[in-house]
């Protein structure tokens, strides 16, 4: 009996795996080149083979000019000793013009936020089931968008204050 479930599973899981792959590249990859590409670009020794991994992970990224950005980044001196002298993120965000580099600045941002915007996805939607549980029916998309917005904002009203300097005559 288990031997014909585990026939039955597999081609299910695998089907269910494949599209994941379309919304989060293979961890291992990301590990292996980009992970090394974002802490020190100037390690990247096989500029061909790092492109075409990248196109392969991103499918919008441009084999040709992600070469030619790289090439060119690892050319300037400057960039090498501010790399040397700083953190990978801070390299990044501060001292890489995303003007000269806009391919490879663009590979370094979705790498880097890849997981915070996936987990800030995951976040809403909870919040968002947690309001539907809670108010035992379907609010409108405007009242929704609404206790949505007070749920996940970082800001908090002053209601002594709003309350003191309320117009009663209104």
């Given at each position: 009996?288990?031997l014909?479930?585990r026939h039955f599973c597999?081609?299910?899981?695998c089907s269910?795996e ?6 989060w ?15 020190n ?6 500029v ?11 499918k919008?990224?441009?084999i ?12 300037d001196v ?15 965000l ?8 806009p391919?490879?600045f663009?590979?370094v941002e ?8 996936t987990?800030s996805?995951e976040?809403?939607?909870?919040t968002v089931n947690?309001i539907?549980?809670?108010?035992h029916y379907s609010?409108t ?8 917005r007070?749920?996940v904002?970082p ?10 300097n309320a117009?009663?005559?209104h």
């Open positions: 009996f288990m014909k479930q597999a081609p299910r899981c269910v494949s599209p994941l792959y379309s919304y590249p293979d961890p291992v990859a990301l590990e292996d080149r980009l992970q090394r590409f974002i802490k670009p100037f390690l990247v020794k096989d061909i083979a790092f492109s075409q991994e990248a196109a392969r992970i991103y919008w990224v441009e040709s000019s992600l070469q030619m950005e790289l090439v060119d980044l690892q050319a400057l960039l090498k000793g501010k790399c040397e002298a700083s953190d990978h993120t801070s390299f990044w501060q001292a890489v013009p995303k003007t000269t580099f391919g490879l663009k590979v979705h790498t880097l936020t890849m997981f915070g915007s987990y996805c976040s809403a939607f909870s947690m539907k549980n809670k108010l609010p998309s405007e009242h929704l968008h609404a206790c949505l007070m749920a904002t800001l908090h009203p002053k209601f002594q204050t709003l309350a003191a117009n009663f005559s």
